[in-house]
């Protein structure tokens, strides 16, 4: 089962889609800030917005197959219902990349929205992505188990929410993050191409 880390603004769900699973976790944080309450610490977003909306119908085009053959094994992916926006979820745990993860774009949120919930977050290290600002921001600290969560500012209110879960036996299973970087540098350079 996939451990799903859903962070949203204003909405209560019930479920994270294609990343939920027996043991999700779901993080609900409030009401999104008015433009008075925009934290100074916020970093900017740089233009152009990338567009993600060609992806809509197919979100697991964000990484091409021989992206997926680097970090998924070659599996394919497979697109599922999510709140936060088009989601598309690799099942590689069982392959040698011992890695599931999914990709999600969500139009739900900005990176503001982020910044003005931080104190909520017990693991909040704000980050670049090439030109990107992005921040690993979860609920607990729970990379010692294999999970990280990396969420990219692509435009002023939308995200593209990378969710990483290695299997135990990974090499790097306590060290999760670098791989839900590498996977976010790979859907960036889709998303520029």
């Given at each position: 089962?996939f451990?799903?880390i859903?962070?949203?603004?204003g909405?209560?769900?019930?479920?994270?889609?294609g990343l939920?699973g027996s043991?999700?976790?779901?993080?609900?944080?409030?009401?999104?800030?008015t433009?008075?309450?925009?934290p100074s610490?916020?970093?900017?977003?740089p233009?152009?917005?990338?567009?993600?909306?060609?992806f809509?119908a197919d979100?697991?085009?964000?990484l091409t197959?021989e992206q997926?053959?680097?970090?998924g094994?070659?599996v394919?992916?497979k697109?599922?219902e999510?709140?936060?926006?088009p989601s598309c979820v690799?099942n590689?745990?069982?392959?040698a990349?011992?890695?599931?993860f999914a990709?999600t774009?969500n139009?739900?949120?900005?990176l503001?929205?982020m910044?003005a919930r931080?104190?909520n977050f017990?693991?909040w290290?704000p980050?670049?992505v090439?030109d990107r600002?992005a921040v690993?921001?979860i609920?607990?600290?729970i990379?010692?188990?294999?999970l990280?969560?990396l969420d990219?500012?692509t435009a002023?209110?939308?995200?593209?929410?990378?969710?990483?879960?290695?299997?135990?036996?990974?090499?790097?299973?306590?060290n999760?993050?670098p791989?839900a970087?590498a996977?976010?540098?790979?859907?960036?350079?889709?998303?520029k191409?």
């Amino acid at each position: 089962m996939f451990l799903g880390i859903c962070v949203v603004a204003g909405l209560s769900l019930a479920g994270c889609g294609g990343l939920s699973g027996s043991n999700a976790t779901t993080v609900t944080s409030g009401m999104a800030p008015t433009s008075s309450s925009v934290p100074s610490d916020v970093p900017t977003v740089p233009s152009p917005d990338l567009d993600t909306s060609r992806f809509a119908a197919d979100p697991c085009g964000m990484l091409t197959t021989e992206q997926v053959k680097q970090v998924g094994a070659g599996v394919r992916g497979k697109t599922e219902e999510n709140p936060l926006g088009p989601s598309c979820v690799w099942n590689a745990a069982s392959t040698a990349a011992k890695n599931n993860f999914a990709v999600t774009v969500n139009n739900q949120i900005g990176l503001a929205d982020m910044y003005a919930r931080k104190a909520n977050f017990r693991l909040w290290e704000p980050t670049r992505v090439g030109d990107r600002p992005a921040v690993f921001a979860i609920d607990d600290d729970i990379r010692n188990m294999g999970l990280c969560r990396l969420d990219i500012a692509t435009a002023q209110k939308t995200l593209v929410n990378i969710d990483v879960r290695l299997s135990p036996s990974a090499t790097d299973y306590t060290n999760p993050c670098p791989r839900a970087t590498a996977i976010g540098e790979m859907v960036l350079a889709t998303l520029k191409g």
